[in-house]
């Protein structure tokens, strides 16, 4: 797992979301700046991660002994993030399907979904009116954002 690669996804399915729903996330702009800002500090997260990383990759390399212990703490972080993006009780609708940046589409099969939550309600916003339920995905999506970034910042 690269943080950076993460990092990359998540912007560019930020994007993709802001694209896609533009007109209806109108009058979500304070919480979506909120989940804007969740990502620029995970890019910046990600990015130091990947220099220490690589730090510590040369230690490796030259058989220094206190490195493996670094290595370790290093690993078990990566493994940690993807576990940060699971929320237990599933999306809207979908109890099973819990990861809240990445999913498969709810409404198309054959497609993934970016912030599947915040988009399924999304793409029923006209039939359900619920405006309040846009808004607490977005800081589903936001909380397990800065949780990845609290476990990949270090000690």
């Known amino acids: 797992m690269d943080a950076m690669?993460?990092?990359?996804?998540?912007?560019k399915s930020l994007i993709?979301?802001?694209k896609t729903?533009?007109?209806?996330?109108?009058?979500?702009?304070?919480?979506m700046g909120y989940l804007e800002q969740a990502v620029e500090l995970f890019q910046e997260t990600a990015k130091n991660f990947t220099i220490a990383r690589a730090i510590v990759e040369k230690k490796v390399k030259a058989f220094d002994e206190t490195s493996f212990g670094e290595l370790r703490r290093l690993n078990d972080q990566m493994i940690k993030v993807e576990r940060a993006f699971i929320y237990s009780y599933g999306l809207p609708g979908r109890r099973l399907v819990r990861h809240?940046?990445?999913a498969p589409s709810k409404y198309n099969l054959y497609?993934?979904?970016?912030?599947?939550?915040?988009s399924d309600i999304l793409f029923k916003l006209e039939e359900t009116g619920n405006e309040a339920e846009v808004d607490r995905?977005?800081?589903?999506?936001?909380?397990?954002?800065?949780?990845?970034?609290?476990?990949?910042?270090?000690?």
């Open 5 to 11: 690669q993460y990092a990359e996804a998540l912007d």
């Open 16 to 18: 993709s979301l802001k």
């Open 21 to 31: 729903y533009k007109a209806k996330l109108e009058s979500h702009a304070y919480s």
């Open 100 to 102: 809240v940046i990445f």
């Open 111 to 118: 497609g993934t979904s970016s912030f599947p939550g915040v």
């Open 137 to 155: 995905q977005i800081s589903i999506a936001r909380q397990a954002i800065l949780a990845a970034v609290d476990i990949l910042t270090p000690y």
